[in-house]
């Protein structure tokens, strides 16, 4: 793989995956739900009230959508389109599998990545996502591996105090690891 070659593609591929979302946000608007109205308790205690108002969940039969990057330019990709998600973050609203619905787990991880995408912003959240999905793969990729471990804190019941702030460092260090890629 020529890293030199996809990581061009990464870049021209942006302004059709920022469409792709933007339409996937829109046409799901009406089903969104925000998070402070569903009533979870313990997410009331680990995330700032200002976060549970804004993000938003929609529930979905099915799968997830996902954005068809394969078609995009980024052919390697095409397996990520097909993988059984259970849920899935685009800025500050998520998608869970209806099965998941009542996951406060799920719901908790997610919103580890609504804040990691509200201190990138979407352009870097996406480059930072996709070479981290290009050296490590989904589990083990920086962003997710973030929200993996959090969310294993959070099911022991075990988490650090000020869990905004450390989501936002880290996420920055990811984002500094990346961005000499991408000058
Ligand atoms: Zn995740």
Redesign the pocket.
């Known amino acids: 793989m020529d890293q030199n070659d996809i990581i061009r593609r990464f870049h021209s591929a942006l302004p059709a995956v920022n469409e792709w979302i933007e339409n996937t946000l829109e046409q799901n608007r009406e089903s969104t739900v925000r998070i402070i109205d569903i009533g979870f308790p313990r997410l009331k205690t680990v995330y700032p009230t200002d976060l549970l108002v804004k993000a938003k969940v929609v529930v979905v039969p099915g799968k997830v959508p996902y954005p068809p990057i394969s078609s995009m330019g980024l052919p390697e990709f095409q397996q990520m389109e097909a993988m059984p ?1 259970s ?3 685009y800025k500050d609203t998520f998608f869970v599998k209806e099965e998941l619905a009542q996951s406060e787990s799920l719901h908790f ?2 919103l ?2 609504v804040v990691q995408w509200g201190q990138l912003g979407v352009n870097k959240f996406l480059l930072a996502y996709g070479v981290g999905l290009m050296h490590y793969g989904y589990k083990d990729s920086p ?2 591996q973030m ?2 471990a959090l969310q294993e804190g959070f099911d022991r019941n075990n988490l650090p105090e000020t869990i905004i702030d450390l989501i936002r460092v880290r996420t920055e260090a990811i984002w500094a690891g990346v961005a000499p890629l991408f000058p």
């Open positions: 998600f849920g899935i973050t991880h997610e580890v990545h962003l997710e929200a993996y």
